[in-house]
DNA sequence: AGGAATCTGTCAGTGCACGACAAGTGTCGT
DNA sequence: ACGACACTTGTCGTGCACTGACAGATTCCT
């Protein structure tokens, strides 16, 4: 008689890496990211300190986690635009439509940590360290899909790898402002600004259409 | 009687720097980077290995080091660039320029480690995470003298923070396609190609010539 | 119930990085 | 030329991140 779909072992992981997500962030939020250690983490959560590191390769990785789930959102948003739509125009809206999501959800979890996140990415330098390589890893990812749309070879085409890196670029200066510049105005629409710049050019049509 | 500009503390400090480096370049290349500890840099010189973090802060930072230098060559050769070139054209030329130049210069330290620089990025994540790092430092440095170029606020005005990242961007897709798929031709052939592809555009013309 | 698979804790060890103190060396004024 | 001073370095000790190995506990399957 299992209950839900998932046995008692899978849901007790979950519960315990969601309690060292939220005990993490909590920490970071209090001490600062360098000054927690992971003994702290996993005291908060009554497991050993090398419980921890088989849930995360590293402290970062607390951090770098919840961001790689951002853009699977982002990876699911692109997937609903039409076909024909030019790349750039579907990413943009993609994006766009993800950050609206955090922000009119307010109980998501993501909501609420999204902000903490981009805290953390910001002041933590071996966090930003990590969520940059992270990005690239995406980029390459996000890359493969435009392709897709393009009707084009991800490999031997740059242009696909150009708009992605370029999008994301979008992306970051647009989070990056939004922090130092105007937290007060909700993050989708600097993200919406920022890829309306680069709409003249290099906007690539879709493949045929 | 002090020979040269410098005294001899300050050579000494000189020497053991690159000693440091030279050591630690032929060891990450014979072992690879992470299987190579600091105390082995430190022992190949003599020194050590607390003086090693006296004159970096990391290992990677060896590394880093040295494409921070590639920066400053590039920053050098936009100064030498006419006022009235559109930005990212005056980026464009000084990146191939200044790639050329370490082609052509083949007893140039920066020649022979350029590529030593680019593999140990490529194949060692804490080096990747760290420069990528350092390049959103560096991309900060040339939108301010992007900004300056088209005389506006690099602060208030989010394209010259857009210009570089995508310019830097062009930079990293044209030394990937070198290392991955064409490692015969010269890179800068293939950041040519790369500029080429972002003339359309995003080429915003300068202050006022 | 009982064996198999999986998760966890403990222990021991490595490597990175830093603070503090003492000793050696270069620099500079007189 | 000499001595006070600043700077560099080595040594010692510490803390933290991270990993491998083994043993015990828990869950799963039949």
Redesign the interface.
Known sequence: MTVGALGLRERKKQRTREALIDAALDLFGHKGFEATTVDEIAEAVEVSSRTFFRYFASKEDVVISLMEQQWVDVYEELDRRPADEPVLTALWRACVAVLRGYEADGTSPYSSKFACVAQLVQDS?SV???S??M??QQNDALARRLAQRMGVDP?AD??P??VA??GA??L??AIR?WRE?EPDKPVSELAD??FE??Q????YPAATA
Chains 1, 2 share one sequence.
């Open positions: 330098p930003l360290a990590r940059l390589e990005c690239s490999i740059p242009r790898g150009l890196a370029v670029t979008a970051q200066v402002a510049h600004r920022a710049l680069l003249g050019g290099i906007n």
